[in-house]
């Protein structure tokens, strides 16, 4: 056994605290072996070149998804300090709004209203964007390898939202996950997901459709109950001999406004929604087209189901992850949001593990706060803490469109609620002063 000074152990472990998992795993076998370190080992091609950027025109901020987290970060990490060279890594072609999109399977809003341009935002903001993924991170040197080529930083903030749990439904086999996945989409992700969900609305011929609300601090927690909604609404205006089957794991539809969904469930969708609380299911059949709980089985024509959701897995992969979270979400100092003892490297938005709701106007606030923190960081300066503002109109009817209304802000101590504003009373006059919140989200972005 090969004995080491005090000093240099700490020196090895730091090393492998500030490396990705990957490369943690080469630098422990370095120190336990002696042997040179494989410096590339982890990544080749393309990955293993720097990527194709101008030079640095200052100090560099790379930004990790291209989410309402990643995009308000791009942003304003330029506007807190134009010398801040900025790249933000996304993979996506397109960008795709993941609020809204229960109003548009119900046509409240078209498709356009959802999808913008990376192009315009990057342009608009004043940062580029390279059209890639992060795949490893070199904390200690400060190079985040990408599809694209690697790139070296003096800042990283990775907002890759959010993964799904399919173990969480029961599916193990990976077989049947893919299949749950790709046949009846969560769409909780932007993309595919809820263009898949809008072409099962329109060729739905009746019978039942089922959607799932997960437990957990799952991404935005009043919109499975306003997915149902808009679904029953979709089949109330078309004629559609149609019902909603929402299994619910929670006791009732997200608490404060939980006197609001269930007036809405049960007058304006008496015939078209069945609403199911405290239902964990355990397991899904995709084939037969069944799910199970404990006690019953339920049949379905088609559905969307929502698992338990965790961190999005590149989180995990880089060794960034609390094991002891539930939802495997990062392992951050909770008012910095700084890798603990790393100040180059920072986590926001869904893939945080502060209990704060996991909703856009929460990760638009707090990328905004964590720019000025990274800002005045540079500038050799702190700031106090400022709470994310969760805001939040779910419509509940789109004939006409009516919306309820939540806000809070949170304690710094322990998180709790401050400031909270509830309507339950569904309003045309909530309607708009979502659409409007929304209307001006997207002008904030692109
Ligand atoms: C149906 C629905 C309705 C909603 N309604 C509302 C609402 O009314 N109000 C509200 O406030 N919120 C709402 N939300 C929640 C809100 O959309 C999310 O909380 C918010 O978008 C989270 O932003 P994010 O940037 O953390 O994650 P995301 O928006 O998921 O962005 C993550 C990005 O990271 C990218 N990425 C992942 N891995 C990598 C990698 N390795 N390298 C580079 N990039 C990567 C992904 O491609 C993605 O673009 C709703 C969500 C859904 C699903």
Not at 81 to 92: G, K, L, R, S, T
Not at 287 to 306: G, N, R
């Amino acid at each position: 056994m090969v004995m080491r000074s005090d000093r240099s152990f700490f020196r090895v472990e730091r090393r492998r605290f500030l490396r990705g998992s990957a490369r943690a795993a080469a630098a422990a076998a370095v120190a336990a072996t002696g042997l040179l370190e494989p410096a590339a080992a982890a990544v080749s091609g393309r990955t293993a070149r720097p990527a194709d950027l101008p030079g640095k025109s200052g100090p560099r901020c790379v930004v990790v998804g291209g989410g309402v987290s990643g995009l308000t970060m791009a942003r304003a990490l330029k506007q807190a300090n134009q010398a801040f060279d900025v790249v933000m890594v996304e993979p996506n072609a397109t960008y795709m709004s993941c609020f809204f999109s229960s109003l548009w399977l119900a046509d409240l809003v078209g498709l356009n209203t959802l999808t913008h341009s990376f192009c315009d935002a990057a342009k608009d903001g004043e940062y580029i964007w390279l059209q890639g993924k992060l795949i490893d991170l070199d904390r200690e040197a400060k190079r985040a390898y990408t599809s694209e080529g690697y790139i070296d930083y003096e800042y990283i903030v990775i907002a890759p939202g959010i993964d799904y749990n399919y173990a969480s439904l029961g599916l193990h086999d990976p077989a049947m996950a893919v299949m749950c996945a790709q046949n009846y989409p969560a769409a909780f992700k932007p993309g595919s997901e809820h263009l898949s969900l809008k072409n099962k609305l329109e060729r739905f011929e009746g019978g039942v459709f089922l959607l799932t609300a997960p437990s957990g601090n799952y991404r935005c927690l009043p919109a499975p109950y306003e997915r149902a909604c808009m679904v029953a609404a979709y089949f109330k205006q078309k004629k559609i001999k149609g019902k909603v089957l929402l299994l619910d794991a929670g006791e009732k539809p997200f608490a404060p406004l939980a006197p609001g969904f269930l007036a809405a469930f049960e007058e304006l969708y008496k015939e078209f929604l069945v609403y199911t609380p405290l239902t964990f299911i355990s397991s899904v059949d995709p084939v037969k087209k069944l799910v199970a709980t404990e006690f019953d089985t339920f049949k379905f024509d088609d559905a969307s189901i929502y698992p338990r959701i965790r961190a999005a897995k590149l989180i995990e992969d880089l060794g960034l992850h609390d094991p002891k979270s539930p939802q495997l979400e990062a392992d951050i100092d909770v008012h910095t949001y700084a890798c603990k003892g790393d100040y180059s490297c920072y986590v926001t938005g869904d893939a945080r593990p502060m209990p704060f709701s996991k909703s856009a106007n929460t990760a638009n606030t707090e990328a905004q706060f964590v720019a000025r923190l990274i800002a005045a960081r540079e500038a050799g300066k702190e700031i106090a803490w400022e709470s994310p503002h969760t805001l939040c109109y779910p419509m509940v009817d789109a004939n006409p469109a009516q919306a309820l209304m939540v806000q809070t802000r949170y304690a710094k101590q322990d998180f709790a609620f401050t400031d909270v504003k509830i309507d339950n009373n569904r309003s045309a006059a909530n309607a708009k002063a979502g659409l409007a919140w929304g209307e001006g989200l997207y002008r904030n972005l692109f």
